[in-house]
């Protein structure tokens, strides 16, 4: 089956700083991804979509300068929280779509990466 | 407003015992369904999907669930529970086009008691 993987599985920083986490699709090339953010004891939110080569669509409320997504090639994403809060600590899960012809828009969901801001 | 309601927060159930997570769901496509599974910490598995055809769809790991569409749901199933199956579980919905995310439901917490 289809593999996305992210990158790091955790992270621990300081208030103030920026850390940029990566999805891969490791044997597909995935036209879409797509940001969740989870919150403990709490379903998956959608923050923004992700076409390769365009601009990232962001869902009502989520400042997309503080949450920076590029999609520069086929098989990687990455997002980058600026100047990051202890607010911003969550799970973040990116998921890919399998751009095949039949896939039925498909998603397959990264590990998660684990941010926690001091 | 499309959603997906997931009317248990938490379910306990003794191991041995049969399982039902209830899904509904409000969509105006016509929908694909979708269960995960999430062990704290951990990413989505995929446990089981619906995008057409036989209404009921056998999983991994022995779940299965059924499509109703008069009822608008997608209520997940299994005949006896494992104590490995605590766990949060996803219930959600998604377009066949591309470029839409999928939605996601609260969540239902299976609790397995011995």
């Known amino acids: 089956g289809a593999v996305v993987s992210q990158h790091p599985s955790r992270v621990i920083c300081k208030s103030g700083t920026s850390v940029k986490i990566e999805c891969r699709s490791l044997d597909f090339q995935a036209t879409t991804m797509f940001w969740y953010r989870q919150f403990p004891k709490q379903s998956l939110m959608l923050m923004a979509t992700?076409?390769?080569?365009?601009?990232?669509?962001?869902e009502q409320g989520v400042e997309k300068d503080k949450f920076l997504i590029n999609h520069a090639s086929l098989t990687l994403s990455t997002l980058t929280v600026t100047s990051a809060h202890p607010e911003d600590s969550s799970f973040y899960i990116c998921s890919a779509r399998d751009g095949r012809v039949g896939s039925y828009n498909e998603q397959f969901f990264g590990p998660g990466t684990r941010l926690t801001v001091l | 407003a499309q959603s997906v309601t997931q009317p248990d927060i938490h379910i306990t159930v003794s191991e041995g015992a049969s399982l039902e997570l209830r899904c509904n769901y409000s969509?105006?496509?016509?929908?694909?369904l979708f269960w995960y599974v999430q062990s704290p910490g951990q990413g989505l598995q995929l446990l089981l999907k619906y995008f057409s055809g036989d209404t009921l769809v056998q999983g991994i790991k022995g779940f299965e669930a059924e499509f109703k569409r008069s009822q608008s749901s997608f209520n997940l199933r299994k005949p006896s529970v494992h104590w490995s199956d605590a766990a949060e579980y996803f219930c959600?919905?998604?377009?066949?086009?591309?470029?839409?995310?999928?939605?996601f439901g609260k969540g239902t917490t299976l609790s397995v008691s011995s």
């Open positions: 959600a919905v998604g377009a066949s086009q591309a470029g839409t995310a999928l939605i």
């Open positions: 992700s076409n390769e080569g365009s601009k990232a669509t962001y």
């Open positions: 969509y105006g496509a016509t929908p694909y």
